[in-house]
């Protein structure tokens, strides 16, 4: 599979939980968006390259990968607007509860989502971690929204568990895919999730900014009511109709017009993903977060490992707690090994199994081991600045 | 300015007001975005490319075409979405008002968006049409909102009159700039404008589904409570807080990651305007709608103008009612000449000023003769189906 992606010669890429590699065939791709389907074909791409069917056909592709039968994702827009999309579907599928679940150590967009939702619906907000969501769960609790992997440390939640829990009490669940989709064999499906989201430029490379994307359990989908009402989740949208109504199945989630030029850049993406079992990307993936954790047991004694060893409990990162982290990893970059700061402490590593090695993350562990040693990081070049990662 | 454009030779491109023409040099941009900014730099091209950067420098290269002065707009998602923020954001500017106003003939999407905010907001919906707004205005009313150029019939409404009467009832005024952007000498700080939003796929060319974009004016910014609280749009985004805080001036705008790769050629497209003066543009807009106009009056007995006459009233497009409008602009398109059709009865031509030339305006409008004059429409390949324009 490596083959399939295009990596400079001199980096080791640990960075695509927050920006996955380019597949190799991505500038050709491309090159006829832009130039055949837009210059020459115009308008007229719409039908002749359909255009209008990208959203629900880049759906059922992610579909695959996250255990979702056909008809049940729609692509576009960013993660935070799916989010809230999701969140407030969620409250209004439970009118009369008041109660919002959200991660205290989630993502902060997810946080800011549920709390402007809660606003917004006249909802309150309790924080909780995820293993104490059952305890936190009563008959007014309306939806839990959780991520699948926390995004600092790399744990991942026992998603058919808590979905369980949540059903019990009568609540709906939305869960956040973003560091999951393309690493993990998550299947919503059968665990029974609610809504869901996740974002398409981490593990399935979409590229910067690809557009996220939205999943609505069949059951729920002729009673979804999403805010975000564009022509394109319009029964008849041709029609031009004064009054909404809500088109049946997923195409109720499409919302106005996508940004078509990176639907296109995602849709050739994913061609990267038609022959690939999720569980042999596990199985590499497990092998590779094993081998940073082996290593930094081994030779990094002022280094500790803050994701959990139980591979169940692992997403596909590794997060290292050390001091200086900041400057460790500025140093790193400098070498050509990219892997990112989360504030306060720790370097964070992420391993995606399609196109990293074995060789190539054994050789990152010993720079940042040679780092360490020779305190490479203490140099004013790698001092704190304002940072954009 | 048309040598800055590529266009298919065998084309009369009369749909700029849906999808504009690609800017010659989009290829090359946009094959650097993919190949260098995001195959070799990664995740580094936040920084070093200043992907962190495009929301508002987009933002600012657009106010120039608005008479918006820097810092207030900013640009990213669907117009669908940033309608929603828009209208949301002007709702909460006025609590303890009960009611939204909007055009009942304005476009699809911007009716639907209202009622949204209305049914999510807990406030009334009244629809009135544009020139009746001052009628329907009162101390209760606490929203309007309008598009400047109605997208079937062209017409241009009031912009500086409409809100100077929506301010003296103390309301918000939301106006949707999709149609005028890039061919109007749009006012916003002159006329006092509220909130705006607008898309960038007409008439600023900046690819299929290019993001849209929303302006806040200044005054504004520091109360404006936006729903769609993403991690972008934080005080400190970097600092990775439980809480949302609103960033002051324009970033608080700011959602999630933005469809970079789209973003990329909007930013590119938009190199084509930054020496152009709109009211020369406007200047040249007018001469092609009057031709238009003048050949329909002169050549077209069984077609009416549905677009105003006076020029203070016109977008930068003309709508012609016939019989059999459908099959006509199939048969039209057959021959090379795209415009689009407007349901019940229009054939709706979008006359772009920096790519169309007098001689392809005629070229067109004499094709137009020549498929009413010969019934070349009647012709069952040109019957209605499933269409998508």
């Known amino acids: 599979m490596r083959e399939r992606f295009t990596l400079p010669d001199d980096v080791l890429y640990l960075d695509g939980n927050s920006l996955g590699a380019m597949p190799a065939h991505l500038p050709a791709a491309m090159a006829d968006a832009v130039s055949r389907q837009w210059g020459h074909d115009l308008i007229r791409s719409w039908n002749g390259n359909d255009w209008w069917g990208l959203p629900t056909r880049i759906g059922d592709r992610i579909g695959r990968l996250v255990g979702a039968a056909p008809g049940q994702i729609v692509c576009g827009d960013s993660t935070t607007v799916q989010l809230f999309q999701a969140v407030m579907a969620a409250a209004r599928l439970r009118p009369g509860r008041s109660v919002l679940l959200t991660d205290g150590d989630g993502f902060p967009t997810d946080q800011y989502v549920v709390d402007s939702v809660g606003r917004t619906a006249g909802l309150k907000v309790a924080r909780v971690s995820p293993p104490d969501v059952a305890a936190a769960l009563s008959d007014d609790v309306a939806v839990v ?98 009054e909404y109504r809500p088109a049946g199945g997923i195409e109720r989630a499409r919302i106005g017009t996508p940004p078509v030029l990176s639907m296109l ?47 169940a409990r692992r997403g596909s990162q590794v997060a290292l707690r050390m001091e200086h982290a900041y400057e460790v990893t500025q140093a790193l970059i400098a070498r050509g090994v990219i892997g990112d700061f989360r504030a306060p402490d720790m370097l964070r590593l992420g391993l995606a199994a399609p196109y990293l090695s074995y060789t190539q993350v054994w050789d990152a562990m010993e720079q940042l081991r040679d780092v360490l040693a020779t305190r490479a990081w203490d140099d004013p070049s790698f001092a704190r600045t304002a940072t954009v990662t």
């Open 265 to 311: 850049a995602l849709d050739a993406a994913l061609d990267v993903w038609d022959d690939v079992d999720m569980q042999a990307v596990r199985t590499k993936s497990l092998r590779l977060t094993d081998t940073v954790i082996a290593y930094a047991d081994a030779f990094l004694p002022d280094v500790s490992v803050v994701t959990p060893r139980e591979h």
């Open 145 to 242: 929204a959780l991520s699948v992997v926390d995004y600092r440390t790399g744990e991942q939640w026992d998603v058919a568990g808590i979905t369980e829990q949540v059903h019990a009490a009568g609540a709906v669940v939305v869960w956040d895919l973003s560091h999951a989709v393309g690493c993990l064999p998550i299947k919503l499906d059968e665990v029974g999730a609610d809504l869901a989201v996740g974002c398409s430029y981490k593990y399935l490379n979409g590229g910067p900014g690809a557009p996220a994307w939205i999943y609505v359990a069949s059951r729920h989908q002729d009673v979804a009511d999403l805010p975000l009402t564009g022509w394109h989740g319009h029964a008849d949208p041709f029609a031009l109709e004064q």
